[in-house]
């Protein structure tokens, strides 16, 4: 699987697939997958690129409550106590400079780990 579409479905999200989407009786399009209501634009829309623009991981994680604890992951060590780090709410720059995925991959790899998939 893709793994921009990967983390948009983890965080919840969904692109609208055509096959998902169909009229109720007051002819909207009503998006199964998901259960909304959508407008035709919305139809088959491109999941957003999270390796090129990291703030976009960031965004989904605060929307959906995870991004304090993700961030915590992000700097802790094996060597160190999880309950003694000082959580200042900055994030490794390697994480955020980087365009090929590195915080897309460790936010899914975070959300596998404590959905215990």
Request: net charge negative; aromatic share 8%; proline share 6%.
């Amino acid at each position: 699987m893709d793994k921009n579409r990967e983390f948009a479905e983890r965080v919840r999200l969904c692109w609208h697939p055509a096959k998902s989407v169909s009229l109720d009786p007051n002819d909207r399009l009503f998006c199964g997958k998901c259960g909304q209501y959508v407008h035709q634009e919305q139809i088959d829309s491109a999941v957003p690129d999270y390796a090129s623009d990291p703030r976009l991981v960031l965004r989904e994680m605060e929307r959906i409550g995870k991004l304090e604890a993700f961030i915590v992951t992000l700097i802790y060590t094996p060597e160190s106590n999880p309950e003694t780090i000082d959580y200042d709410g900055l994030i490794p720059v390697e994480y955020i400079l980087n365009l090929t995925g590195k915080l897309r991959d460790a936010a899914i790899k975070f959300m596998k780990e404590k959905e215990g998939t």
